[in-house]
């Protein structure tokens, strides 16, 4: 039996009090007969959150794992609005590098992923690298990747189960990667892609802002 891992990625959403009914509604996640030996769940709130979300679960005894949705380049510093991976470490476990959205948007390139990827390996982090095709370079020490077609995320357009598979295999033959989809990942349509044999997991955006969508979505998996 695989190991499924399922990660949430909230993004530059929820403030603390959504946060709080959030985490309200998911605390029903223990209810579920969720058999931890099969799946395991990673949630990656925003930086300002990680604290808010480690004590609560902590307090509720829910067995889940938190990851940041990224890391600075640099170790400590003067480095003006970085979030170090040491002090990531003090809060969690793993990390989210290379997501289209941070390549994008503030010109990550693979220069920077490697020294981001570096600092967290330094650190203890354990890295999510996020890749959007073939082409795409993984710097070494990566574990586990998540492949994330740009088309697919939050346009409701997934990738076909067999297509992240035959990218799972291209990985897979280079590297015994842990090989994660995401991209409009919903509760209706995880089981397709987990079902594959070299799918280990997803990552899941907008249907994870939705505690409740989030829940189906890890029972469906
Ligand atoms: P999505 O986002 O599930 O909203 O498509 C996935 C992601 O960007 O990690």
Not at 66 to 81: I, R
Not at 101 to 128: C, G, P
Not at 129 to 153: C, D, H, R, W
Not at 191 to 209: P, Q, Y
Request: overall charge negative.
């Amino acid at each position: 039996m695989k190991k499924l891992l399922i990660v949430a990625n909230l993004k530059s959403y929820k403030t603390e009090i959504e946060a709080k009914n959030w985490l309200d509604k998911f605390k029903s996640v223990k209810d579920l007969d969720l058999n931890l030996l099969e799946k395991m769940v990673i949630i990656c709130p925003p930086f300002t959150l990680l604290e808010f979300f480690k004590e609560t679960l902590l307090q509720n005894g829910i067995n889940v794992s938190l990851g940041a949705q990224d890391v600075s380049p640099f170790d400590e510093g003067a480095y003006t609005g970085e979030v170090n991976a040491k002090q990531i470490k003090e809060f969690c476990d793993y990390v989210l590098i290379g997501h289209s959205e941070r390549r994008k948007n503030f010109q990550e390139t693979d220069e920077v992923l490697l020294r981001k990827t570096q600092e967290a390996l330094n650190n203890n982090l354990k890295i999510i690298f996020l890749i959007q095709s073939k082409e795409n370079i993984i710097p070494n020490g990566v574990e586990i990747i998540a492949y994330e077609p740009t088309f697919a995320i939050g346009t409701g357009n997934s990738d076909t189960p067999e297509n992240a598979e035959e990218v799972a295999l291209f990985f897979k033959e280079k590297n015994d990667y842990t090989f994660l989809y995401g991209g409009s990942v919903k509760p209706e349509n995880v089981g397709n892609f987990t079902k594959e044999d070299d799918i280990n997991g997803v990552l899941v955006g907008g249907a994870s802002l939705d505690a409740q969508e989030f829940i189906e979505i890890i029972k469906n998996a």
